[in-house]
């Protein structure tokens, strides 16, 4: 099978890109992932409240990887079969573009999917509301709390996230996660 993760991402200019990778993710490549991001965005002089808000966006995708992934499926050429993912950040305009690629398992995807449309269709008020019932009401699991991450994304860009399932086999899917982080204008 020729199926590539960066098949997912074949409409991004990934030659310009601020960040660009594809690998296992893991503590170490999270921290350098970071670092590197936060020492480009403080060489352009991006305002402080782009620069936090497109690095806390970088920080809940990376933590997305880590704890979501499903195991690469068989087949598939990865180094390791478990937390594998590809990311691409780049400069759009007067804002930045944050694209995360992974595997989940096909009988996730209604779920994820579900999640993904009710966010996207929420006011802010809504999704503030939401992340407050989570932080409230549901346990701390290893991978966190359900869906936090997914709504503090959309609430830090204040725009629909992006997203796109691809099927591999009947076992697995190919998901595509993408957040756009942009300048406010002042009037």
């Not at 579900?114 to 996207?120: A, G, S, V, Y």
Request: hydrophobic share 35%; net charge positive.
């Amino acid at each position: 099978m020729s199926f590539d993760l960066e098949n997912l991402v074949s409409d991004l200019d990934i030659r310009g890109a601020v960040l660009y990778y594809k690998g296992n993710v893991d503590s170490d490549t999270i921290t350098k992932a970071l670092d590197l991001v936060e020492k480009k965005l403080f060489a352009t002089r991006e305002a402080p409240r782009l620069r936090k808000k497109v690095y806390n966006v970088l920080v809940e995708s990376l933590q997305n990887l880590y704890h979501h992934s499903d195991r690469v499926p068989r087949g598939y050429h990865a180094a390791r079969p478990d937390r594998f993912g590809l990311v691409v950040m780049e400069k759009i305009g007067r804002g930045y573009r944050v694209t995360t690629c992974n595997f989940v398992a096909t009988v996730r995807v209604k779920e994820l999917e579900e999640k993904l449309t009710r966010i996207n269709r929420s006011t802010p008020e809504e999704i503030k509301e939401q992340y407050k019932d989570i932080l409230n009401h549901q346990e701390i699991t290893a991978k966190g709390l359900g869906g936090l991450g997914l709504l503090d994304i959309a609430r830090k860009t204040g725009h629909r996230i992006d997203f796109r399932f691809k099927k591999y086999d009947n076992l697995n899917t190919a998901f595509r996660l993408t957040a756009v982080v942009a300048q406010v204008q002042k009037d």
